[in-house]
Structure formats: C-alpha cells, structure tokens
C-alpha cells in the first residue's frame, strides 16, 4: 500500500506549525470575543433605540389622545351629555 504525500501539504503544513506561535499573540480568543461582544452591543443598542423611539411615539399619540378626548368632554363635545359624577351615581343608584 503506497501512500502518497503532496510535497505542498507537508510545506503548508510545516509552515503552519512554525508561523502559529508568532500569532498568538495578534489573534487569539479574547479578539473575537471582543468583536462578538461589540458586536452584540451595537445590535442591543440599535434595538435599544428602536424601542425607545416607539415607545415615546406611541406614548405621545396616547397623551394627546387623551388631552383632546378631555378638552372635548369638557366642552360636551361627542358624549351623551353624562360625566364622570353621573356615571358613578348612576351606578349607586343602581339604574
């Protein structure tokens, strides 16, 4: 049984073995945990922003929902006449 060996295998392997120790100092594990890590963080903090600004859009629309549904029921704009008092009397009362 003949095995035959690629004279450039056994060179990039050789190579290999003798340029490693020379970059572990350049690359090594805690790099790509560090770009993993910033990595990750830009996307929580994308995500981040992204909620914010929907959450202060849909909290806006609410506070001005609720300002103008006051200001018309202040002015007994769009209700059917009865308040808040009347309602809970109305209850008590039992009707």
């Not at 572990?24 to 790099?31: F, G, I, R, S």
Request: charge should be positive; include cysteine; hydrophobic fraction near 45%.
């Amino acid at each position: 049984m003949n095995i035959r060996i690629n004279n450039r295998v056994v060179i990039a392997l050789c190579v290999a073995a003798l340029v490693m120790p020379a970059l572990t100092d350049v690359c090594h594990a805690m790099d790509f945990e560090e770009l993993a890590r910033s990595a990750t963080s830009r996307l929580n903090n994308g995500w981040g922003y992204v909620m914010n600004s929907f959450c202060y859009i849909v909290g806006a629309g609410l506070l001005i929902g609720s300002l103008i549904f006051a200001y018309r029921k202040h002015n007994r704009m769009g209700s059917n006449g009865g308040g808040d008092g009347e309602r809970v009397a109305a209850r008590g009362g039992g009707t």
